[in-house]
């Protein structure tokens, strides 16, 4: 269910990858709990609300990451909430991963959560501003999954990434978490999802029984971004429908 209300009121929240996915229902739902809301991608969209802003930005450049944060407490005037979940789903075995690949994944997957973290943790820092720092992993950080050798490590790091980033921040009362989301309907998944075959195998390899929605993901975020998860820090929430439980 998709709760309207004021847990993010006078908050100012940036959510990556939000032209799309888990970071569209995301960025939706912090709106609709009050806060105002930098959607940040490298695919360009337009937003509605005078509540919201689009900024471009490739989250694998620490410059372009720099340059979000700057630009959103321009705008906005302060930064409380720094959603980090662009990703790409790049395939691969322990063999045949290209150097361009691996490149290309962990900087995008892995360097996007570090920049985003550090450039939110510097201004929360300096501003003595108790923020919320959210990164997307994966359940493939948490098993490992055949022919993903990239993705398993960039989530993997993503993680251990939270986890030191929560220990270092914690005295300044900025919290530090991460979701593993298991297998969601997005873009991300579709070519997967549109096989039956893939599709009957998701569902089936799930205890609830059903793929996940971006909702589900998307509410995860809120309680992680609010001041209801304020003795939460550097831990990994899945929203799997238990498939890492088996
Ligand atoms: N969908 C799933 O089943 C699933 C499961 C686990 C984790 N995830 C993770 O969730 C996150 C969101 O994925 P999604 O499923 O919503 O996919 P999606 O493809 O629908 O959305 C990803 C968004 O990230 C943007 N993006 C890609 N590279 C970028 C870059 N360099 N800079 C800025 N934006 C960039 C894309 O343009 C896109 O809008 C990713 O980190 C993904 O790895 C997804």
């Known amino acids: ?15 990556t990858g939000a032209a799309s996915g888990l970071g569209k229902a995301s960025a939706d739902l912090f709106l609709a709990n009050g806060a105002k809301v930098v959607y940040a991608d490298v695919k360009n969209i337009k937003v509605k609300s005078a509540k919201a802003l689009f900024i471009n930005c490739d989250v694998s450049s620490s410059a372009s990451v720099n340059n979000l944060v700057a630009a959103t407490v321009k705008k906005f005037g302060r930064l409380d909430i720094m959603f980090n979940n662009a990703g790409i789903a790049t395939g691969g075995t322990a063999v045949n991963t290209t150097d361009e690949i691996w490149t290309k994944t962990l900087m995008v997957n892995l360097s996007g959560a570090f920049y985003g973290t550090r450039a939110a943790a510097k201004y929360m820092q300096r501003e003595k501003i108790n ?75 799930t205890p609830l029984g059903r793929i996940g929605v971006p909702l589900d993901i998307a509410n995860a975020a809120l309680y992680l971004a609010s001041a209801e998860s304020g003795f939460v820090t550097g831990s990994v929430l899945t929203v799997d429908g238990g498939w890492v439980a088996k």
């Open 1 to 15: 269910m998709k709760s309207t209300s004021t847990r993010l009121q006078g908050k100012v929240a940036i959510v």
């Open 131 to 205: 923020g919320s720092i959210i990164n997307t992993a994966s359940i493939a950080g948490l098993v490992g999954f055949q022919d993903s050798l990239a993705y398993c490590s960039s989530k993997g790091g993503i993680i251990q990434l939270t986890r030191a980033a929560a220990l270092d921040l914690a005295k300044f009362g900025i919290r530090v978490n991460a979701i593993a989301p298991g297998v969601i309907d997005t873009n991300m998944t579709k070519p997967y999802l549109t096989d039956k075959n893939y599709a009957n195998f998701f569902k089936l390899s």
